[in-house]
């Protein structure tokens, strides 16, 4: 192909696009920055200047100067809610939605951080609401969480245990604290005056189902013990004094360490059937091989009115002497005084023809010695979270400073070192 002079009339021309193309782009650019508002860059400023509450101030300025800047509308209203300015967090987000013209992917978002919204400020019911509505979006996961934790905290569980089944089909994930809610429900359907038998043991049923599924990976003593404790419960309500104790003998194998939350019902339901002395020497045997302090508490009171002082001292000083501590003297002194007092306690002490205190010092005052004790281990005497430290005098399945569950050790701070 030959060059022909004429095609030389196309480079200025290509010239000329080339600087028409970069003047619209720069044309352009220019009036966008011309667009942003001043107080942006201020805004900006302070951030950079770590001055938060002056660049909220500017930013809230550029929203209201250009209330189509939805980005800015959501990074303001999760700046607001980190901060706990919960009711300006609410309004900017409200505002985005009452807008006509929002993308739908935007109000969904718009909607679920409303819902967070609510929730951190507490209003639950309207947080329901809120998280409902974004049910059938991409949010439905982190939605039914949510869902779980507020009713959970109302103790609707029937509903918990609805939205953990829906979690379930959404994500495949083990919700180890389901076996507590099927135990809230039997905990409530043994309650009150007209407790409905039958609902319990279903309760219990599907708990125990709950427990089989987790048993794979994180099944815990704590729910075998919970479980077990419940069914107890449920047969003592019902009259049935062999099927109780049962239960309660399963904990010390299912659960070993959670029979210092048992032993003072065993032992009852060891008596109920007149074999306490075979229930004296379970919890004994039992003892040795899982030593508590509710175990030896036990253990001690029984021995001290089934067989007298003497060997319910022996076993105390053996004892002591292998796991020392206060709180286990405390509480034996404590079981001492009290038998010592009791008509029953009087009359075998005199028919042994001699006093604990006597026999261990002359003239031993056991009560001043209690005292003295006592004051040094009321702080001993809880329960404390593992999670957030929450102390407690009661034994709780979940954590009322933090909300967590089986964060309880069956054991009190003393026993813990
Ligand atoms: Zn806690």
Known sequence: MDFETWWLIFVPVLFALGWIASRVD??????????????????????????????????????????????LHFALGSLFRRRGEMERAIRVHQSLLSRADLPQADRESAQHELAQDFLKAGMLDR???????????????????????????????????????RLRALVDEPVPQLVHYQCERAVAAMAGKNPDF?????????????????????????????????????ARLSGKPEEERAYLASVLDTA??????????????????????????????HYMRH????????????????????????????ALRAHPSLLGLDRMLEAELVLNEDPAGVRLAASEGSSAAADIVAGADLSLLRTLIHKHTQRLDRYACRVCGFEARHFY?????????????PRRLEEMK
Not at 258 to 263: E, F, K, N, P, T
Not at 264 to 284: D, F, N, T
Not at 397 to 409: A, H, K, L, R, V
Request: glycine letters at 4%.
């Open 26 to 71: 720069i044309r352009q650019m220019l009036s966008e920055t011309r667009s942003l508002p001043n107080s942006y860059f201020k805004g900006l400023n302070f951030l950079l200047n770590e001055e938060p509450d002056r660049a909220i101030d500017a930013f809230v300025e550029v929203a209201k100067l250009d209330p189509e800047t939805t980005e």
């Open 127 to 165: 947080a329901e609401q809120a998280f409902e509505q974004v049910l059938d979006t991409r949010f439905a996961v982190p939605a039914v969480r949510a869902l779980i934790r507020i009713y959970e905290s109302e103790h609707d569980w029937p509903r918990a245990i609805e939205a953990v089944k």
């Open 198 to 234: 039958k609902a319990a043991s279903e309760a219990l049923d599907a708990a125990d189902h709950a427990a089989a599924a987790l048993r794979g990976d994180a099944g815990s003593q704590a729910s075998e013990a919970r479980i077990a404790m419940l069914r107890a419960q449920l």
């Open 256 to 285: 070993p360490e959670y029979a210092s939350l048992i032993a003072g019902e065993l032992i009852e339901s060891y008596r109920q059937v007149g074999q306490q002395e075979e229930g004296l020497a379970v919890l004994q045997n």
């Open 291 to 318: 030593p508590s302090l509710d175990t030896f508490n036990v253990v001690f009171r029984e021995l001290r009115s089934q067989h007298g002082h003497k060997p319910a001292w022996a076993f105390a000083r053996e």
């Open 397 to 409: 399945w979940q954590c009322p400073g933090c909300n967590s569950w089986e964060t309880y050790q």
